[in-house]
């Protein structure tokens, strides 16, 4: 009788300590997602960046004037790939009033080749410690942030597709924002090839 009181208490102590240890677990991931304020209807994060001839750019102000779309970004093969199609987007909604900034990972050197190289339109900064992912609350790479004007997030689209679907989409969303036609970015870039 004694070995089944005490297995039985034992047991009891484990499915408690288990029970608090998963509402603990629950708990701080729950308290993460609430602490998270860079989500779509937010306010965008108060951001300042210096580009490449040190010029700070603000993207408070850049969204009193219109639209913002910021890419956190990187030069890997699969970002490369998709850069086309941003840059795409870029060229076709800039004159409707889209603002474009890439900040990417590498060193200022190696963006710098980069950007000669790809012909890069849209405005773009360097940050190697990654503090932008950190204020704008991610740690996908590459992420796009469509700020409406006045500074309200509209999107979010985190992940690397060089297909050019994610582009698309943005584009969608972006044509909604101006209030005119999409411009379909995958079927642009593959008449320019």
Not at 139 to 157: D, H, Q, W, Y
Not at 165 to 192: F, G, I, R
Request: proline content about 3%; hydrophobic content about 40%.
């Amino acid at each position: 009788m004694r070995w089944f009181l005490r297995n039985t208490l034992a047991l009891a102590v484990l499915t408690i300590t288990v029970g608090l240890q998963a509402a603990d677990s629950k708990t701080e991931t729950k308290a993460e997602e609430e602490k998270k304020t860079v989500v779509i209807g937010a306010q965008a994060p108060d951001f300042k960046i210096q580009d490449s001839q040190g010029k700070v750019i603000d993207l408070a102000q850049l969204t009193e004037q219109g639209p913002v779309l910021v890419r956190l970004t990187c030069g890997c093969a699969g970002c490369d790939k998709e850069l086309t199609y941003f840059q795409t987007l870029h060229d076709e909604y800039v004159g409707q009033g889209l603002t474009s900034l890439a900040i990417f990972r590498e060193p200022d050197k190696k963006v710098e080749t980069y950007v000669k190289q790809k012909k890069l339109k849209m405005l773009y900064a360097v940050d190697t410690k990654g503090t932008s992912w950190n204020i704008f609350q991610t740690k996908v790479m590459p992420t796009n942030f469509l700020i409406e004007k006045g500074g309200k997030i509209r999107s979010i689209a985190a992940g690397c597709d060089p297909s050019g679907l994610l582009a698309n989409k943005v584009s969608e969303k972006v044509a909604e924002l101006l209030k005119t036609e999409q411009v379909d970015v995958q079927q642009k870039v593959a008449e320019k090839k």
